[in-house]
């Protein structure tokens, strides 16, 4: 595009897993596949440090962990965990079944059922995200699955961190499992002596987590590619860049693979925002990441006007998109490529992560394009069905018969002609015009 100007720009911007991930997680689900609950407990003990007697968190490990809290920390999760449930409660009413009479005695619907089994993967190598388990589980029971298994790695003691454990369990997770990336997603595709195989995996995590699922796919169902953390901050002249720089960094700390994008069309909050961002670095317990983030995948684009940096925006496929424009809901409509979006300054990606009732799992590498984040659908089938009567079923007989001979699909063609009438003078005019000749 000749009218935009990059300041800061990624030196490898491209989306593609790494060959040598994709092989390394190969190895490791093929373990699992064929060795159950022996690989797991071995490729936990090389991977995270840690030996485990059992793979799924007892009762017991669940209460200590109710007992590890204190009242104000179990309040802050239920908050979390009530709003989520709130939001996708509300998102449940929108989604409907139908059946409606397409033409005399042609009767057609959809009924929406929710998958028998699902497991929820949170995410918590790094840092144990404590909100996580609410954005995958509580949809999940929301929208009516049975049996929801969740599955998180363990922490230097040997078990999932407290807090963590306990929004798993508040969500409503049916059996918690203790056991973190690739191997995780392999024992819930294909099951193992420990751990329930499910019909659908979601959640985010790490590119190992992430190339995982992309590998049982099809074995299984999967919400979408959700990895490292995105944001994108569209401002304009109005925007302030400290606090433009504040938003970026609570993205970048996530990995060094996250990527922070700044797209504006003010050169003075470019510069600005980089100034900002170099003496806040320092104020960060979580520096060293948010430093390697910035470095590596940073980028700084100033746009010669608004409806270019929409279009770069859109471009993007971010999963974040943070607007911080004078009028930021002027721009919503243009707007139609990112995982969930944040309109205006006090609106934060922070609240959709932690607290406010929206789904912080979201697309990541450009998914946006073609997917939003996890709701209530990503554990809904929709199944149509049909019933037409004997009149309904002379209407179409006629026109189903002639695209089968149109096809040579001799049997189909016979299956539509079995159900026309024996006297045609039954079948409608235009029927009659076009039913095969016998
Ligand atoms: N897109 C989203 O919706 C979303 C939401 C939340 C978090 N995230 C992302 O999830 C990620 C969480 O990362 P994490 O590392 O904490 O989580 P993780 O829980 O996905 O992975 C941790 C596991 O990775 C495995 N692992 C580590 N190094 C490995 C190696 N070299 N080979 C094979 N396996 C290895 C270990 O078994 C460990 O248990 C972050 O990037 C965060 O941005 C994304
Ligand atoms: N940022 C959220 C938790 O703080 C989760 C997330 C989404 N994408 C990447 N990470
Ligand atoms: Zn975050």
Same mark, same amino acid.
């Given at each position: 595009?000749?009218?935009?100007?990059?300041?800061?720009?990624?030196?490898?911007?491209?989306?593609?897993?790494?060959?040598?991930?994709?092989?390394?997680?190969?190895?490791?689900?093929d373990?699992?596949?064929?060795?159950?609950?022996?690989?797991?407990?071995?490729?936990?003990?090389?991977?995270?440090d840690?030996?485990?007697?059992?793979?799924?968190?007892? $009762?017991?490990?669940?209460?200590?962990?109710? $007992?590890a809290?204190? $009242?104000?920390?179990?309040?802050?999760?239920?908050?979390?965990?009530?709003?989520?449930?709130?939001?996708?409660?509300?998102?449940?009413q929108?989604?409907?079944?139908?059946?409606?009479?397409?033409e005399?005695?042609?009767n057609?619907?959809?009924?929406v059922?929710?998958?028998?089994?699902?497991?929820?993967?949170?995410?918590?190598?790094?840092?144990?995200?404590?909100? &996580?388990?609410?954005?995958?589980?509580?949809?999940?029971?929301?929208?009516?699955?049975?049996?929801?298994?969740? %599955?998180?790695?363990?922490?230097?003691?040997?078990?999932?961190?407290?807090?963590?454990?306990?929004?798993?369990?508040?969500?409503?997770?049916?059996?918690?499992? %203790?056991?973190?990336?690739?191997?995780?997603?392999?024992?819930?595709?294909?099951?193992?002596?420990?751990v329930?195989?499910?019909?659908?995996?979601?959640?985010?995590?790490?590119?190992?987590?992430? $190339?995982?699922?992309?590998?049982?796919?099809?074995?299984v169902?999967?919400?979408?590619?959700?990895?490292?953390?995105?944001?994108?901050?569209?401002?304009?002249?109005?925007?302030?860049?400290?606090?433009?720089?504040?938003?970026?960094?609570?993205?970048?700390e996530?990995?060094p693979?996250?990527?922070?994008?700044?797209?504006?069309?003010?050169?003075?909050?470019?510069?600005?925002?980089?100034?900002?961002?170099?003496?806040?670095?320092?104020?960060?317990?979580?520096?060293?990441?948010?430093?390697?983030?910035?470095?590596?995948?940073?980028?700084?684009?100033?746009?010669d006007?608004?409806?270019?940096?929409?279009?770069?925006?859109?471009?993007?496929?971010?999963?974040?998109?943070?607007?911080?424009?004078?009028?930021?809901?002027d721009?919503?409509?243009d707007l139609?490529?990112?995982?969930?979006?944040?309109l205006?300054?006090?609106?934060?990606?922070?609240?959709?992560?932690?607290?406010?009732?929206?789904?912080?799992?979201?697309?990541?590498?450009?998914?946006?394009?073609?997917?939003?984040?996890?709701t209530?659908?990503?554990?809904?089938?929709?199944?149509?069905h049909?019933?037409?009567?004997?009149?309904?079923? &002379?209407?179409? &007989?006629?026109?189903?018969?002639?695209? %089968?001979?149109?096809?040579?699909?001799?049997?189909?063609?016979?299956?539509a002609? &079995?159900?026309?009438?024996?006297?045609?003078?039954?079948?409608?005019?235009?029927?009659?015009?076009?039913?095969?000749?016998?």
């Amino acid at each position: 595009m000749s009218d935009v100007t990059y300041l800061k720009e990624a030196e490898d911007a491209s989306l593609e897993i790494d060959q040598e991930v994709t092989e390394a997680v190969r190895e490791i689900l093929d373990d699992v596949r064929e060795n159950g609950d022996d690989a797991l407990h071995r490729l936990t003990q090389k991977f995270d440090d840690i030996e485990r007697e059992e793979i799924q968190v007892s $009762e017991e490990e669940i209460e200590q962990a109710h $007992e590890a809290l204190t $009242e104000d920390e179990r309040a802050a999760i239920d908050n979390t965990i009530e709003n989520v449930r709130e939001f996708h409660e509300e998102q449940l009413q929108h989604v409907e079944g139908f059946e409606k009479e397409f033409e005399e005695g042609v009767n057609l619907g959809q009924r929406v059922v929710p998958v028998e089994s699902a497991g929820a993967y949170v995410p918590g190598g790094r840092h144990p995200l404590v909100a &996580a388990p609410a954005m995958s589980i509580v949809p999940a029971k929301v929208a009516g699955v049975e049996e929801v298994v969740a %599955c998180a790695p363990p922490q230097e003691n040997g078990t999932i961190q407290p807090a963590q454990l306990y929004a798993m369990d508040q969500a409503g997770a049916d059996r918690i499992y %203790c056991v973190g990336g690739a191997q995780a997603i392999g024992s819930m595709a294909y099951g193992t002596e420990s751990v329930t195989g499910v019909d659908k995996i979601v959640g985010p995590g790490n590119i190992f987590t992430v $190339e995982a699922k992309r590998q049982v796919f099809g074995h299984v169902g999967i919400d979408f590619l959700a990895g490292p953390s995105e944001v994108l901050v569209l401002a304009d002249e109005t925007a302030d860049p400290e606090l433009v720089a504040t938003d970026l960094l609570a993205q970048a700390e996530h990995d060094p693979m996250a990527r922070p994008i700044l797209v504006t069309t003010s050169r003075d909050v470019a510069e600005e925002t980089q100034e900002e961002l170099e003496a806040q670095f320092g104020r960060l317990r979580t520096e060293d990441t948010a430093r390697e983030s910035w470095d590596n995948n940073g980028e700084v684009v100033v746009a010669d006007d608004v409806d270019t940096a929409v279009d770069v925006a859109n471009d993007y496929a971010i999963e974040h998109l943070q607007v911080m424009t004078e009028n930021p809901r002027d721009l919503m409509d243009d707007l139609y490529n990112y995982g969930s979006m944040f309109l205006g300054d006090h609106s934060p990606v922070v609240f959709g992560d932690k607290a406010v009732g929206t789904n912080h799992s979201l697309p990541t590498l450009e998914v946006a394009r073609y997917s939003g984040g996890i709701t209530v659908g990503t554990y809904l089938k929709t199944l149509t069905h049909q019933q037409l009567t004997a009149e309904g079923a &002379a209407t179409i &007989a006629p026109w189903a018969a002639k695209i %089968c001979e149109l096809e040579g699909t001799h049997a189909h063609q016979l299956s539509a002609e &079995a159900r026309l009438p024996d006297d045609e003078s039954e079948l409608s005019e235009e029927a009659q015009r076009i039913k095969p000749s016998d």
